[in-house]
C-alpha cells in the first residue's frame, strides 16, 4: 500500500491507495496546532505501508514534522518529489524544472493522464495557478496569481475602511462586500478567460478547461464549460508512486 501526501499552503490531504483502490483518506488545515494530533490519530489506525509519497509546497518546518510521524507510525521516511524534465507523459515548460511546483506537474500529469487533449489545468488554492498543456504532454508554461479569497485578504490588510463581509457577486454591486466579492471573482475568472484565450491561438483548437483545488466552487458558476477534477495531486501522486519512473527526492 501506498501513502500519498499533498501538503500544500495551506491543506493536507492524503491518500492511502492500494492497487489503484483508495482505502482511506483525510483533509486537515496544516496551518495550526491541531494538525499532529489530528494526523496521529488518523495515521495511527492505518496498517504498514510500503511507500509514502508526499508532493509538499509548505514550509520546510512542516515537511520535518511530516517525516517525523511517518517513521513514528510507518518506520519508513516520506519520499518528497520533486519536479522533473519530463516523465508521466508531460514535458516540462520551464528551463530550470524544479522551480515548477510539484503540485502543477502532478496535477498536469492526471490531467494528462486521463485525456489526451489539448488543455488548461486551473488549481484555486491560497494561490490560483493556471499551465497549459498540449495533447501530446507538452507543457506550454503557465501564470500565478492570487486566488479571489487572497485577493480579499489583501484588501482587507491594506484598506481602512473597505470591512469586507460575505458578498455575492453581481453585475453591478450596490454594497461594498458585494462590490469586493464581484470584483475578485470576476479578476480570476478574467484571467482564465484571458490565458485560456492564448493558449486557443497557440493550440489553434479550444481547450478543454479543467478546474482543481479548493477555491474551484467559487469560479465554477463563472466557467460553465470547466470540468472538475477534485484531488488531481493526489491522482498524479497515485500515478507516480505506482510509475517505475518515480524517483526518491529527499527534502
Request: proline letters at 5%; charged letters at 20%; hydrophobic letters at 50%.
Amino acid at each position: 500500500m501506498n501513502l500519498l501526501v499533498d501538503l500544500g499552503n495551506t491543506r493536507l490531504k492524503w491518500a492511502l491507495e492500494d492497487r489503484g483502490t483508495t482505502i482511506a483518506r483525510g483533509t486537515l488545515a496544516h496551518a495550526d496546532a491541531t494538525r499532529v494530533p489530528a494526523l496521529s490519530l488518523a495515521w495511527g489506525a492505518l496498517p504498514a505501508v510500503a511507500k509514502i509519497c508526499v508532493a509538499s509546497v509548505a514550509p520546510l518546518a512542516v515537511d520535518v514534522e511530516l517525516e517525523a510521524l511517518a517513521r513514528q507510525y510507518f518506520g519508513i521516511s516520506p519520499e518528497f518529489l520533486r519536479t522533473p524534465a519530463s516523465a508521466l507523459g508531460i514535458r516540462n515548460a520551464y528551463a530550470e524544472p524544479e522551480r515548477l511546483g510539484i503540485d502543477r506537474f502532478l496535477g498536469l500529469a492526471a490531467a494528462h493522464a486521463a485525456h489526451r487533449r489539448a488543455q488548461v489545468v486551473v488549481s484555486i488554492g491560497t494561490a490560483m495557478t493556471l499551465d497549459a498543456l498540449d495533447a501530446d504532454g507538452t507543457h506550454l508554461g503557465g501564470w500565478i496569481l492570487p486566488s479571489p479569497a487572497l485577493m480579499r485578504d489583501a484588501l482587507l490588510a491594506r484598506t481602512a475602511r473597505v470591512g469586507i463581509a460575505d458578498g455575492r457577486v453581481t453585475e453591478f454591486a450596490d454594497a461594498t462586500a458585494d462590490a469586493v466579492r464581484s470584483g475578485t471573482v470576476n479578476a480570476a475568472t478574467g484571467a482564465v478567460e484571458r490565458f485560456r484565450a492564448n493558449a486557443e491561438r497557440r493550440f489553434a483548437t479550444n481547450p478543454a478547461l479543467v478546474l482543481t483545488g479548493g477555491g474551484a466552487d467559487e469560479l465554477a458558476p463563472m466557467l460553465t464549460d470547466a470540468e472538475r477534477r477534485d484531488d488531481l495531486v493526489l491522482d498524479g501522486l497515485a500515478l507516480w508512486a505506482s510509475s517505475p519512473e518515480f524517483v526518491r527526492g529527499p527534502r
